[in-house]
């Protein structure tokens, strides 16, 4: 079991994580830090009774903890504007990890017929890299000739699985949607 070294307290599982992290468990249950965000702005932390800064909540991601960020007056769940609010701040500090083209693409997806797809995608394909990222690290203790190609085949090949995928879920949807348009005979 791994400690979180800010709180001293058993770290989250990253399934959870991501769940409670992404606003997906709206109100916050056992075990799910709740974040209250006040009108001022200040973020209030019910678990140490103290108020935060969003490099408290990037630690919080980071650290695989679960929480969930609410309005403290209305209780709407605002977990998904803070975790983009630490993007924005990463984006515009440092070297960003998005250029402006793909930004620019993310951007044109909204609103279009295939968000969901494209949304759906980028998630497997995120997880995907991370999932072999982790067998890259457990493969370099045991010292593999060339894991780097290794680590790369495997995923291209995942990421070739998840972008067939895509293409077939897209294929059934153009087939629904040219079914309800075709006229009755």
Not at 18 to 34: I, W
Not at 128 to 149: A, C, G, H, K, Y
Request: aromatic share 6%.
């Amino acid at each position: 079991m791994t400690m979180n070294p800010r709180t001293r307290r058993p770290a989250a599982s990253a399934e959870g994580a991501s769940e409670a992290a992404t606003g997906e468990g709206a109100a916050p249950s056992s075990g799910v830090r709740a974040i209250k965000k006040y009108p001022n702005r200040r973020l209030y932390d019910t678990q140490t009774s103290s108020y935060i800064t969003l490099a408290d909540v990037k630690d919080m991601v980071m650290a695989v903890e679960q929480f969930v960020v609410v309005d403290a007056k209305t209780g709407e769940d605002l977990t998904r504007s803070i975790l983009l609010q630490i993007i924005l701040e990463e984006e515009t500090g440092g070297v960003p990890m998005f250029s402006t083209q793909a930004l620019a693409q993310i951007i044109r997806f909204y609103g279009h017929t295939m968000q969901g797809v494209m949304g759906n995608y980028l998630e497997k394909n995120i997880q995907s890299f991370i999932d072999l990222q982790s067998r890259l690290t457990e493969n370099s203790v045991v010292n593999l000739p060339n894991p780097m190609q290794s680590f790369m085949t495997s995923y291209m090949e995942q990421s070739t699985q998840i972008f067939t995928q895509m293409q077939e879920q897209m294929a059934k949807q153009a087939e629904t949607l040219m079914g309800a348009i075709q006229p009755k005979k």
